[in-house]
C-alpha cells in the first residue's frame, strides 16, 4: 500500500509563511505528477497546485498563484509547497495527492492517492 504523508502546517498570522512536505513510501512515484489540494470547513476541496513528474512544468490556482510554489525532490521521493503572504482565507487542511498521469491535473478525480492531510490555520 503506497503511503503519502504530509508535515509543515500549523498556526501562524497573516502574511507570514509556511512550507509543507509530502513525502510518498515508495520511489516508482518518481514518474508521476503530484497536486496539493485543500479544505475549508463546510467547503469542498479544491485544487491548489500541480507539478508534473520530472518538476517541469507547474501550475497553480489564481487564489495563489505568485504567493504558493510547488517543487520537488524526486531523490527524496517528497514535493514541497512553500507558501507565502500567507491570508486568513487560506486556511484548510491540505492535502497531497499522487496521480497515474506525467503531468499536472487540477481534478482530485485524475488522483490515485491522497495523503492524511496536514491542518494550516492563519490568523488575521
Known amino acids: 500500500q503506497v503511503q503519502l504523508v504530509e508535515s509543515g502546517g500549523g498556526l501562524v498570522q497573516a502574511g507570514d509563511s509556511l512550507r509543507l512536505s509530502c513525502a510518498a513510501s515508495?520511489?516508482?512515484?518518481?514518474?508521476?505528477?503530484r497536486g496539493w489540494f485543500r479544505q475549508a470547513p463546510g467547503k469542498e476541496r479544491e485544487f491548489v497546485a500541480a507539478?508534473?513528474?520530472?518538476?517541469?512544468?507547474?501550475m497553480y490556482a489564481d487564489s495563489v498563484k505568485d504567493r504558493f510554489t510547488i517543487s520537488r525532490d524526486n531523490a527524496k521521493n517528497t514535493v514541497y509547497l512553500q507558501m507565502n503572504s500567507l491570508k486568513p482565507e487560506d486556511t484548510a487542511v491540505y492535502y497531497c495527492?499522487?496521480?497515474?498521469?506525467?503531468?499536472?491535473?487540477?481534478?482530485?478525480?485524475?488522483?490515485?492517492?491522497w495523503g492524511q492531510g496536514t491542518q494550516v490555520t492563519v490568523s488575521s
Open positions: 495527492a499522487s496521480t497515474r498521469y506525467v503531468s499536472g491535473r487540477s481534478d482530485p478525480g485524475e488522483y490515485d492517492y
Open positions: 515508495t520511489r516508482t512515484f518518481s514518474k508521476n505528477a
Open positions: 507539478i508534473s513528474w520530472s518538476g517541469a512544468s507547474t
